[in-house]
């Protein structure tokens, strides 16, 4: 059998599907990661095709993919809307392991971001509202008065999500995984597919 096919297992879980053996990282992440196992760094490109990367919360997973919420003004949130292609990294220090995803961006609906957005504490909400994301920010002053006005402004009402403020999904066509192994003989699988809705294959890599 070649090395190719889905029939080669991975020799911590025995999963031949990478979300599924994702989510199994991911709850015993839950179990002894002591803060954030949801943190993920998430790479864009810029126009001139600088890369750019920082931390995010995935908040949602499923065969669709890995969603995350921010400001579409943001930084990342024009590079994404620009470019459509994303990469994210897991690394789970307590656990020693890592998950590489590189794939496709695109939008959350807008009921799936009102939704997240709703199920936020009102301060976060508020802050959607006040800060201008990535933008220069003349003193610390100038975020206070901005998060007392919106304060103040939906202080008897609903906060509504911000047209600016929604989710992106990304959607992968590789999955790395990876865990530590003496002496840096560490354990590397690599499952990729041509396009999406296609079949993951799976390869082993040397470490």
């Given at each position: 059998m070649?090395?190719?096919?889905?029939?080669?297992?991975?020799n911590d879980t025995?999963?031949?599907?990478?979300?599924?053996?994702?989510?199994?990282?991911?709850?015993l992440a839950h179990d002894q990661e002591p803060n954030d196992p949801s943190a993920m760094s998430l790479a864009s490109v810029d126009k001139d095709g600088l890369p750019n990367v920082r931390m995010v919360l995935m908040r949602r997973h499923d065969e669709r993919g890995f969603v995350f919420f921010t400001n579409f003004e943001s930084q990342k949130g024009v590079e994404l809307l620009s470019q459509k292609k994303a990469a994210a990294c897991f690394h789970w220090k307590s656990i020693r392991k890592s998950v590489r995803i590189r794939g496709l961006v695109d939008v959350v609906s807008d009921e799936e971001a009102d939704e997240y957005f709703h199920s936020r504490p009102m301060g976060s909400r508020i802050g959607a509202w006040a800060s201008k994301q990535s933008r220069v920010?003349?003193?610390?002053?100038?975020?206070?008065?901005?998060?007392?006005?919106y304060t103040a402004k939906?202080?008897?009402?609903k906060i509504p999500r911000p047209d600016y403020w929604s989710g992106f999904r990304i959607k992968p066509l590789s999955i790395e995984f990876w865990s530590d192994g003496k002496f840096r003989l560490h354990d590397r699988s690599k499952f990729e597919r041509a396009d999406l809705g296609q079949p993951w294959t799976l390869s082993r890599l040397y470490p």
């Open positions: 070649n090395d190719h096919t889905l029939e080669l297992k991975n025995g999963e031949d599907n990478p979300l599924t053996m994702f989510e199994d990282w991911l709850a920010l003349e003193n610390r002053f100038a975020l206070e008065k901005q998060v007392a006005k939906f202080a008897l009402s």
